[in-house]
C-alpha cells in the first residue's frame, strides 16, 4: 500500500504546535513540549515522521532503545544528532559530550534561532529507565534553553503509564507540556485504506486492531477468511509477529503479568477463572498482576452499568488485535512456524462467529460514545453493559448518565452480529424481558438494536455497521 492514509486529525493538530512556535510567545519563549503516548506499533514513530517531512524545518530525529549504558545512548544520540538537519549539528560532533546535560545543552545551541525546528525523542521510557536523571536533566535544559529557541520538542513512548506519568503533579516536567494519546487506526480508517464494506472492515479493524504495520500487508479488497488464509501461514506476517514483539517487550511469558494476560487473552474473564488459568495464582500476586496491567492499559475493568452497585468484576484485553492474537495465534505459533498454519486457520474458521460476536461488543460500544445524540433514543453520558454472576440477564448495551453507578438509564439495546441473521422478533422479545430485569430500567426506558444484517421488526430504532463507521468518521 502507497502513501500515508490517515491521521489527518493528529497531523492538524502537531500542525497547529508547530505554528505556536512559529509565532513565538510570551517572555521570549517560543519553544514548546509535547509528550505523546500510544501503543506499540500503533503508527506513532510513522505519524511524526510524517509530519516533520512536511513541515519542512530542521529536525533531529532519535530513536532510544534499550542499550546496557548511559554512555551507550549518549553515543548513538550524538552520531543521531551529527547526521541531522540542524544548521550547527557538528557541534555535538566536535565537541563528544559525556554527559546528557551537555549533550542537551549543545543541542540548544545547534538549533536555528530564526525559524522553527523539530527535536524528537522517540521510546522515551528507554532513556528514563537507563538514567533515572535524565527526566530532571531534560526539564533543566528546556526551562533554561530549549523553551528560548524556536523549537518543538516531541517525546515519544509506548509505556501508556509512564509517559502518562511525566506531565504529572510532582514530575519534573508538570505543565510543562502538551500530552497527546495516539489511537489505533479507527475502524472508518481501516475502510479507507482496504476498501472494504462497512461489515467487512469492522471484521479487518477486529484482526489487526488498526495497526498500520498489518493493514500495510493487507491487501486492497480481500476480506478477513482470505486475508487469513495468507497471513496465518507465514510466520513472517506482522499479524504475527507484531503480537510477540509488543508482549516480549512489556510482559515475558513467564512473569506473572505475562501469564495473567495470557489467560485473560484465552478468553476467561473473571477473577476465580483467570486465576485458575493462570497456574493457581495466589490471590494477592493476581492483584498484583492485575493492578500492573490495568495501570498499563493492557486489560480493561468493567463492572455491570444499572443504578445497583455491583462487585461482578470483570476482565478484558485492551487492545482489540491482542485481543484476536491472545486468542488464536499466540498459543499455537509453534504449529504455525512448522507449516501447520492450515490448523491454525481451521481453528479460527470454527470459532471466528462466537469470537467475533464478543469481541464487537466493546468496538460497537465506543461507537455509541461517538454517535451525535440525534442517533440514540435518549442522551447518555456513558455506554456499558449489564450482566449478572450467571449471565441470565446479560444485556449487551446499556446508556446511562453517569457510572459506574447510575441515577438514570437512557436507553438499552442488543448487538446481533451475524451474516444473513437480521435482528427479530425473538431476539426484541428477549430484549424486552431482560430490560425488565435491568435495575433502574422499566417499560419507558427505549430500546435499540445493533445489527450487521438488518432487521426484521417494523419500527424498531436499527443502527448498521455504516452508522457506526460514521461515528468513528464523526
Not at 164 to 190: C, K, W
Not at 260 to 280: N, P, Q, W, Y
Request: net charge negative.
Amino acid at each position: 500500500m502507497d502513501g500515508f492514509v490517515g491521521r489527518d486529525r493528529e497531523l492538524q493538530l502537531l500542525g497547529g504546535m508547530l505554528d505556536r512556535v512559529r509565532r513565538g510567545g510570551r517572555a521570549g519563549r517560543p519553544g514548546r513540549a509535547l509528550l505523546m503516548r500510544g501503543r506499540r506499533r500503533v503508527g506513532k514513530s510513522r505519524l511524526v515522521e510524517e509530519f516533520v517531512e512536511r513541515a519542512e524545518v530542521p529536525y533531529l530525529f532519535f530513536t532510544a532503545s534499550a542499550q546496557p549504558s548511559v554512555a551507550a545512548d549518549l553515543a548513538l544520540f550524538v552520531e543521531e544528532a551529527a547526521a541531522s538537519t540542524l544548521p550547527d549539528a557538528q557541534l555535538l560532533r566536535e565537541q563528544q559530550p559525556q554527559t546528557w546535560d551537555a549533550a542537551l545543552s549543545l543541542l540548544a545551541a545547534a538549533l536555528p534561532a530564526d525559524r522553527p525546528s523539530v527535536v524528537v525523542l522517540d521510546e522515551m521510557p528507554y532513556l528514563i529507565a537507563g538514567d533515572p536523571g535524565f527526566e530532571g536533566t531534560l526539564q533543566k535544559i528546556f526551562d533554561r534553553e530549549l523553551s528560548r529557541r524556536p523549537v518543538l520538542l516531541i517525546c515519544v513512548g509506548s509505556d501508556l503509564a509512564m509517559m502518562e506519568a511525566l506531565n504529572g503533579y510532582g514530575r519534573p516536567f508538570h505543565q510543562r507540556a502538551t500530552e497527546m494519546v495516539i489511537p489505533p487506526l479507527s475502524p472508518a480508517d481501516v475502510r479507507d485504506m482496504l476498501d472494504l464494506s462497512a461489515a467487512d472492515a469492522f471484521d479487518a479493524y477486529l484482526v489487526s486492531g488498526g495497526l498500520p504495520l498489518i493493514l500495510d500487508e493487507w491487501p486492497t479488497g480481500v476480506p478477513v477468511h482470505d486475508y487469513l488464509a495468507d497471513a496465518v501461514r507465514d510466520p513472517t506476517s506482522a499479524l504475527l509477529v507484531s503480537g510477540e514483539r509488543a508482549l516480549a517487550a512489556e510482559f515475558p511469558p513467564q512473569s506473572q503479568a505475562g501469564l495473567v494476560l495470557r489467560a485473560i487473552g484465552s478468553g476467561e474473564r473473571t477473577f476465580s477463572l483467570i486465576s485458575r488459568a493462570a497456574g493457581d495464582l495466589p490471590q494477592a500476586s493476581l492483584n498484583r498482576a492485575l493492578r500492573l496491567l490495568t495501570q498499563k492499559r493492557a486489560v480493561e475493568v468493567t463492572v455491570p452499568l444499572s443504578t445497583r452497585p455491583s462487585r461482578e468484576t470483570r476482565y478484558a484485553v485492551a487492545d482489540p488485535y491482542l485481543r484476536f492474537w491472545l486468542s488464536f495465534l499466540g498459543p499455537h505459533l509453534s504449529e504455525i512456524e512448522r507449516g501447520r498454519g492450515d490448523l491454525t486457520l481451521a481453528r479460527i474458521l470454527r470459532s471466528w462467529t462466537s469470537w467475533r460476536g464478543r469481541a464487537i461488543e466493546p468496538v460497537v460500544r465506543e461507537a455509541l460514545r461517538r454517535l451525535p445524540d440525534e442517533y440514540l433514543p435518549a442522551e447518555a453520558a456513558t455506554v456499558g453493559g449489564y450482566w449478572t454472576r450467571t449471565n441470565d440477564p446479560e444485556i449487551d448495551i446499556v446508556g446511562a448518565d453517569r457510572e459506574p453507578v447510575a441515577r438514570r438509564i437512557t436507553f438499552v439495546g442488543s448487538i446481533k452480529w451475524q451474516e444473513g441473521r437480521p435482528f427479530d422478533a425473538h431476539d426484541l422479545g428477549r430484549l424486552l424481558l431482560h430490560r425488565s430485569q435491568l435495575p433502574g430500567a422499566d417499560e419507558s426506558v427505549p430500546t435499540l438494536a445493533v445489527a450487521r444484517s438488518g432487521t426484521a421488526v417494523d419500527g424498531l430504532h436499527v443502527l448498521s455497521p455504516e452508522d457506526l463507521l460514521n461515528a468513528y468518521r464523526n
